[in-house]
């Protein structure tokens, strides 16, 4: 089998890649103001890159103004506008955005959360527990995704909770960003109008948000995060990325975020975003 590498389609300079994934941590909130980031060579070693490469990554946030660069062993986060305003609007509103594994959903989701305030909902982080656990008493491996098993059985339970917690936040009033896969969610048009029509009935808005990411980003993400749940997607990138489509979009209205390399920063796309659904809404 080739290399997963020789298989990533629109590569883009490893110390973009590297930058945007710093660049989002700090917009979502991961990475704070006055946070020191590792050395270069620590930097390096966590990327599995040469330390020229992180240097190149570190040159495009400092002149970006997110890192203060003491000296190559001292790098300093710099974001003093880390504040978290509430935006309370007429009608709650309900974000949905999915999008494949390391596309970037939970990141556009936090920077989405810190800048209007509302809860956000995150499948892995709700049900993480309990799946692993269910998982292991039905004989399954705890970070199994692939099984019929985990298909068929857990991951229906998984949606209906993430659901039913978004159901519960909707009939409070609130406003509320969900993120998930939505992968078979977003290709079935019944679901999507069920969906609609029952927020609608509470009085909410629904908005589709499909997460754009070219497959060299999202493998570069994933190898980050270093997840149990994606080691099989990681051994076997070129079979995993010949099984899903690349260029799916749902088939009713929806906004696209563009997370590649080479696209317009993360927070940059979620102000224009809200600007286009909400702006005039918000009080």
């Not at 290399?3 to 990533?8: G, I, M, T, V, W």
Request: aromatic share 6%; hydrophobic share 35%.
């Amino acid at each position: 089998m080739s290399s997963p590498r020789s298989q990533l389609t629109r590569p883009e300079p490893l110390h973009r890649q590297i930058a945007r994934n710093i660049r989002n941590d700090i917009e979502a909130g991961i990475l704070r103001d006055g946070d020191v980031l590792p050395s270069t060579r620590e930097l390096a070693e966590h990327w599995g890159v040469s330390v020229f490469t992180i240097s190149e990554a570190m040159k495009l946030l400092d002149r970006e103004g997110l890192i203060v660069s003491k000296s190559r062993s001292k790098r300093i986060v710099h974001a003093p506008d880390q504040k978290q305003r509430k935006t309370r609007l007429q009608k709650p509103h309900v974000l949905l955005i999915g999008g494949y594994a390391g596309s970037g959903k939970t990141e556009l989701g936090r920077i989405l959360a810190r800048i209007v305030g509302w809860p956000i909902l995150d499948k892995d982080t709700l049900t993480r527990p309990f799946v692993e656990a269910t998982l292991q008493i039905l004989g399954q491996l705890p970070h199994d995704r692939e099984s019929e098993t985990y298909i068929n059985t857990v991951r229906p339970r998984e949606y209906e909770a993430l659901i039913a917690a978004t159901a519960e936040n909707v009939q409070c009033g609130n406003s509320v960003i969900v993120t998930a896969p939505f992968i078979r969610e977003f290709t079935e048009e019944t679901w999507i109008s069920k969906m609609q029509t029952a927020f609608t009935d509470m009085g909410a808005t629904t908005t589709l948000i499909w997460m754009d990411c070219d497959c060299n980003t999202m493998y570069t993400y994933l190898r980050h995060r270093k997840a149990p749940r994606d080691a099989v997607k990681l051994a076997n990138w070129s079979d995993y990325l010949a099984g899903i489509d690349t260029f799916f979009r749902p088939p009713t209205p929806h906004i696209v975020v563009n997370n590649s390399a080479s696209s317009t920063p993360l927070r940059d796309q979620a102000r224009e975003l809200l600007d286009n659904i909400i702006g005039s809404e918000s009080s």
